[in-house]
């Protein structure tokens, strides 16, 4: 029997969210719309170097863009739940998914206004997700919460030693949670296998200057 991947309740349309947020579906469309191709369409490379070996199950896969990293999941073997708030991307990312077909289910949603079905994925996988950090910390607990028990949480982030809100780049890294910072949400049911600095395995996108990651790979007990 063909497995299925969990359902996201979507309400209606995503609700419009602070642009600062990152999570303004206006903003993020005309972004994908202004080239014929963003990214480079490859899965990233700290999610092949960490999820390969790992048993394939279902996949969260956070803020998926044009759908490089889903699609390397589901060829891999996993049943994806991918989404972003960017209808644009999503179309471009299911055009691309022939192979994958039934394995991916491409979801339009904001996962900073709603969280996914808890205890749900072996695999939540956030690669450069700006998640705003919020009084309640709703957003970042339902994603903790999505991970299965004996699953893994995989948050990789730019590196943002000697990044400043008036560095000129428009980021403002203390408006967004980093995996140091969410290691410390990370109670005795965890177990953290990774939480360190490392260079890039692959080159910035052109235009920027990124040399290392930061990831955060932890592993749900029960």
Not at 42 to 50: I, K, Q, T, Y
Not at 95 to 100: D, K, L
Not at 122 to 143: E, I, T
């Amino acid at each position: 029997m063909t497995q299925q991947p969990p359902t996201v309740n979507t309400g209606s349309s995503p609700p419009a969210a602070d642009p600062r947020s990152g999570m303004d579906e206006h903003l993020w469309d005309e972004r994908y719309r202004s080239q014929d191709q963003l990214f480079s369409g490859a899965p990233n490379g700290v999610l092949v170097a960490e999820v390969t070996g790992l048993p394939p199950g279902q996949a969260l896969d956070v803020g998926c863009g044009e759908g490089g990293d889903a699609l390397w999941l589901a060829r891999n073997g996993w049943y994806v739940t991918a989404v972003d708030v960017s209808r644009v991307a999503l179309e471009r990312a299911a055009s691309h998914s022939e192979t994958s077909t039934g394995a991916v289910a491409w979801i339009r949603a904001d996962l900073t206004a709603m969280a996914p079905p808890a205890n749900a994925f072996d695999l939540v996988s956030a690669h450069y997700f700006p998640l705003p950090r919020r009084k309640n910390h709703g957003a970042l607990r339902g994603l903790l919460a999505a991970v299965a028990p004996g699953g893994t949480l995989l948050v990789v982030s730019h590196d943002i030693a000697g990044l400043t809100p008036d560095s000129g780049q428009g980021f403002d890294p203390s408006r967004y949670y980093q995996p140091d910072e969410i290691v410390t949400f990370l109670d005795d049911t965890w177990t953290v296998v990774a939480n360190e600095t490392r260079p890039r395995i692959t080159p910035a996108p052109p235009g920027t200057h990124h040399t290392h990651d930061t990831v955060l790979r932890a592993r749900r007990k029960r």
